[in-house]
């Protein structure tokens, strides 16, 4: 079937620091993979996406590289802000249509100054 | 255009009653989704509209759930005789037919249901 496996939270790191959320997948198909962010009281956000196998998708200073070997799509920032702190999901759609998502159980991260 | 609107934001309600919730998209979206979010957990799908035709219903959207979307607009979600598990976050997306792919989806705040 379809899943995501997300690193499990909470994460809190210093401003500035290096940050890695590490996301696996399974899927029938040949996916789609997206990074969503939920800021606190709000709604998901799309932070960035790729398409296809080696895609680096990029938004914000955040990065993430679509691995068809691993079957990964790490999220990675060189220097987060406290502005950063919210719940990241990994996702994955299936198909031309991308008719649903199948969602990780997202990492909350904490950024303190 | 505000996004997507959801209402109420939050509610509380007594095991057994009917709850009903309110999406209304982006006015040029015709696909319409809801998701439920569970403490600590990832968006499910339950089921998706394209304008007002009920396209896929997830397993998950039992027989005590009905979704509706009469003119293509806003949606609504019913809840019959709620339960406990039903306490969620009840999200709603929308999107362009085919653009999900490649631009995501636009999701709401949600609606917080409490069932006490």
């Known amino acids: 079937g379809n899943s995501v496996t997300q690193m499990e939270g909470p994460v809190t790191l210093s401003e500035e620091a290096f940050l890695t959320i590490n996301c696996t997948y399974t899927?029938?198909?040949?996916?789609?993979l997206f990074w969503y962010v939920q800021y606190p009281g709000e709604g998901l956000q799309l932070l960035l996406k790729?398409?296809?196998?080696?895609d680096k998708g990029s938004n914000k200073g955040f990065e993430a590289t679509y691995r068809k070997e691993t079957t990964s799509f790490h999220l990675e920032k060189g220097s987060v802000q406290v502005s950063d702190s919210a719940v990241y999901f990994c996702?994955?759609?299936?198909?031309?249509?991308?008719?649903?998502?199948?969602f990780g159980t997202g990492t909350s991260l904490t950024v303190i100054p | 255009d505000t996004g997507v609107s959801q209402d109420p934001r939050h509610k509380i309600t007594k095991r057994g009653q009917n709850v009903t919730f309110r999406c209304d998209p982006i006015?040029?979206?015709?696909?319409l989704y809801w998701y439920r979010q569970t403490l600590g957990q990832g968006p499910e799908f339950l089921t998706y509209?394209?304008?007002?035709?009920?396209?896929?219903k997830s397993r998950l959207l039992s027989d005590r759930f009905s979704a509706e979307r009469p003119k293509g607009s806003f949606s609504t979600l019913e809840i019959q005789r709620t339960e406990q598990g039903d306490s969620a976050m009840y999200l709603c997306?929308?999107?362009?037919?085919?653009?999900?792919?490649?631009?995501?989806?636009?999701f709401g705040s949600g609606t917080r249901l409490t069932v006490v």
């Open positions: 997306a929308s999107s362009l037919s085919g653009a999900g792919l490649n631009y995501g989806y636009t």
């Open positions: 899927a029938t198909g040949y996916p789609s």
């Open positions: 790729a398409t296809k196998a080696d």
């Open positions: 996702a994955l759609s299936v198909g031309n249509t991308g008719n649903q998502f199948y």
């Open positions: 006015s040029e979206h015709n696909r």
């Open positions: 509209f394209q304008n007002e035709a009920q396209l896929e």
